[in-house]
């Protein structure tokens, strides 16, 4: 059974804290996603990893970093929290697309909810 | 531009009835497309992806080129279909992949 591992299913935090979010997938994917999920916008990409230590900026980069020291664990690291990132962060993980039709499915973490005060 | 559109928020639709949710793309090359469905207090997970051409649960999709659509069907809704739909692309060489802000399916008794 795939597994895609969210830490924390629910966090507070104060406006200003740095947050960890922290993800661990055990199918030895080399592609690593954080998004975001709010009402009425879906789910946003924030960032993206396509192997140890490399990353890419999503649609929603501003106010996040991550990290990739590890091909098992994917980071987002909120530096300064702020009341609008309230919202549920949602990790997956995928194995590359290698040609056109031979496909891949992105596999989710659970979701951690995080409320900034 | 990548995008997904999915122009409806909200669908509610008597159980019984067709479903149809609507799912329009935008990308210049050779895209792949999926349907991933959220059931209240579960994880997303995949429903159906284009090139598997399969039913699932009683749904399908066909990708339209010519109308850069993938609309989700289901000829006789039920009430576990009750649940937040997500259209999604990624692309040949492009691991990213993008999703639509969802349509909220409730089937009415």
């Known amino acids: 059974d795939v597994k895609v591992t969210q830490s924390s299913r629910y966090l507070v935090k104060r406006t200003g804290e740095k947050v960890f979010l922290e993800c661990v997938q055990d199918?030895?994917?080399?592609?690593m996603f954080w998004y975001r999920q709010d009402p009425g916008l879906g789910l946003r990409l924030i960032y993206f990893s396509y192997d140890v230590k490399m990353k890419e900026k999503g649609d929603i980069p501003e106010g996040y970093s991550v990290s990739r020291e590890k091909k098992e664990r994917f980071s987002l690291i909120l530096e300064s929290a702020s009341t609008n990132q309230t919202s549920m962060y949602l990790c997956?993980?995928?194995?590359?697309?290698?040609?056109?039709?031979?496909?891949?499915?992105?596999?989710f973490g659970e979701g951690s909810w995080l409320t900034v005060v | 531009a990548q995008r997904v559109t999915q122009p409806e928020k909200l669908l509610s639709v008597f159980k019984g009835a067709p479903v149809e949710l609507k799912c329009n793309y935008s990308y210049s090359g050779s895209p792949e497309l999926f349907w991933y469905v959220q059931y209240s207090r579960q994880r997303l997970q995949l429903l159906l992806r284009h090139i598997s051409r399969e039913s699932i649960k009683g749904f399908t999709a066909d990708l339209n080129k010519g109308e850069t659509s993938f609309h989700l069907k289901k000829p006789f809704a039920q009430e576990e279909d009750s649940a937040m739909y997500y259209c999604?692309?990624?692309?040949?060489?492009?691991?990213?992949?993008?999703f639509g802000k969802g349509t909220r399916l409730h089937i009415l008794p």
């Open positions: 999604a692309l990624s692309g040949v060489g492009d691991d990213k992949i993008i």
């Open positions: 199918m030895d994917h080399e592609n």
């Open positions: 997956a993980s995928t194995s590359p697309r290698t040609s056109a039709g031979s496909g891949n499915t992105i596999y």
